[in-house]
């Protein structure tokens, strides 16, 4: 849609610096009769739409130049003296400044959403959680840890739900995966999203305070990905990133399940049924999610989305790294992309031990999908939500330059369907869960 206006705009703009040419004259008045009526029809458009961000720039810079225009008319002024090429500048200047006002709608495309599958209405909440027990450790402040959260929850039901948590990978936010969020809290949980401040690309608290993602982060996560560090420093720095993930999602559960008890506590906290809890993740925070599925005795199931179980990593020894060989004691579901699945067809070495082999080989409940076309990000609604940027990011890492040739929609579908029977089957306890290795 982005670009049919931008076409449609460099049109107008044309048939104007053409008619003036031909008529030997500025007009003024028809081209600000064309501006008022620009800002009219497109306001009318976007209601129909529905407004957002990508609209709200393109719309204030039309009704700005919908309001000179409308004080032109009524200051009347005698035109000033045809200049062919003063009219061909001003043509592209007002295309340019409407194609930079476009910019969210190229960045931001109008796209449908994933379908849910079940009947309930879903209702959503943001809370802002304060660690007492922890100090902010990416500034100087003193402050202690500020966590943002975000629930989507079945508003029409009745009695208590499952809890899910979800951990966004690094430079993710708490809504990367909604889709998936809104299909469970349609058929009866509630989902709570964390954003990992420092570790979010960006994350907003109650106040309004904006938080970016650390630049120290940023480029330790783009060096291991791209291999700078050997096997010894990588490990370090993912345990690192580990233990600050564990421990917000660690405050997140204690936190959640103190407010159920609580009968003053804000409404949602009442739908939780705090003895069925499951765990989803994307990348390290799927690896989050497993490590906790070991650590934590109040957790039905596991869901890791793509990741690298650096939890299940004890050490490094010569070079190589030392996995934990006791069974994983909870059922855990993996779904992996065409990147992570051509990353571990590729370790050939017989002493290097993957975890997510390991685990499935020896698990009594460990379960394994392929998704065919995909690449790291499509685990996410990214692709939907901004083909663009998830294209970029996707090209920044070495690790991560698989190309998508999968429909995205198919995709959300078929991961949000399993992501469903899974937790059917093991925290609410309905049916057994079967799934193809590959789809």
């Known amino acids: 849609m982005g670009m049919v206006l931008l076409i449609l705009a460099g049109v107008i703009e044309v048939g104007l610096a053409v008619y003036s040419i031909k008529t030997k004259s500025n007009q003024k008045r028809l081209r600000n009769w064309v501006r ?13 739409m529905k407004w957002s961000l990508r609209w709200e720039i393109p719309a204030a810079v039309l009704f700005l130049f919908g309001i000179i225009a409308f004080i032109s008319l009524l200051r009347n002024k005698e035109e000033k003296k045809y200049r062919p090429v003063g009219n061909l500048f001003k043509a592209v200047g007002v295309w340019a400044l409407i194609a930079v006002a476009l910019l969210p709608a190229f960045i931001f495309p109008q796209h449908k959403a994933v379908a849910v599958s079940g009947s309930l209405k879903i209702g959503t909440k943001l809370f802002t959680l304060t660690d007492e027990n922890r100090v902010e450790s990416f500034t100087d402040s003193g402050e202690n840890r500020k966590v943002n959260i975000e629930f989507w929850y079945p508003q029409n039901g009745s009695g208590k739900y499952p809890l899910i948590v979800f951990s966004h990978g690094a430079f993710g936010i708490k809504t990367s995966n909604t889709s998936t969020f809104e299909n469970l809290a349609s058929n009866g949980y509630v989902v709570v999203s964390i954003d990992h401040p420092y570790h979010s690309l960006y994350t907003k608290d ?22 700078v560090y050997d096997e010894e420093k990588s490990y370090e ?61 109040d957790i039905a199931a596991v869901i890791n989305l793509d990741a690298d179980l650096l939890g299940e990593e004890l050490g490094v020894k010569d070079g190589k790294p030392v996995i934990n060989k006791e069974i994983y004691p909870i059922p855990l579901f993996s779904i992996y992309t065409d990147t992570m699945k051509s990353l ?13 082999k390991y685990i499935s080989d020896t698990a009594p409940d460990a379960y394994e999908v392929h998704i065919k076309g995909t690449n790291h990000l499509s685990l996410t609604d990214l692709p939907i939500v901004s083909p663009f940027l998830a294209n970029m990011i996707n090209g920044t890492s070495e690790k991560g330059n698989t190309e998508q040739t999968a429909d995205q929609y198919k995709v959300l579908r078929t991961m949000n ?8 089957s093991y925290v609410k306890g309905e049916g057994s869960f079967e799934a193809a290795e590959t789809y």
């Open 237 to 297: 720095l993912g345990q690192k990133w580990l233990k600050l993930r564990t421990d917000d999602i660690n405050f997140v559960i204690d936190s959640i399940k103190q407010q159920a008890g609580d009968q003053a506590a804000d409404k949602v906290y009442q739908l939780i049924d705090t003895d069925k809890i499951g765990l989803i993740g994307h990348s390290l925070g799927g690896a989050a999610a497993a490590k906790l599925g070991r650590d934590r005795n």
């Open 36 to 48: 008022i009526g620009s800002f009219v029809v497109f306001a009318v458009f976007v209601t129909i």
């Open 417 to 424: 369907g399993l992501v469903l029977k899974f937790f059917n």
């Open 344 to 356: 571990m067809d590729s370790v050939t070495d017989p002493d290097v031990v993957l975890p997510q």
């Open 206 to 227: 109650a106040d309004g305070h904006m938080t970016l993602a650390n630049q120290s982060f940023t480029k330790e996560i783009q060096d291991v990905n791209n291999g």
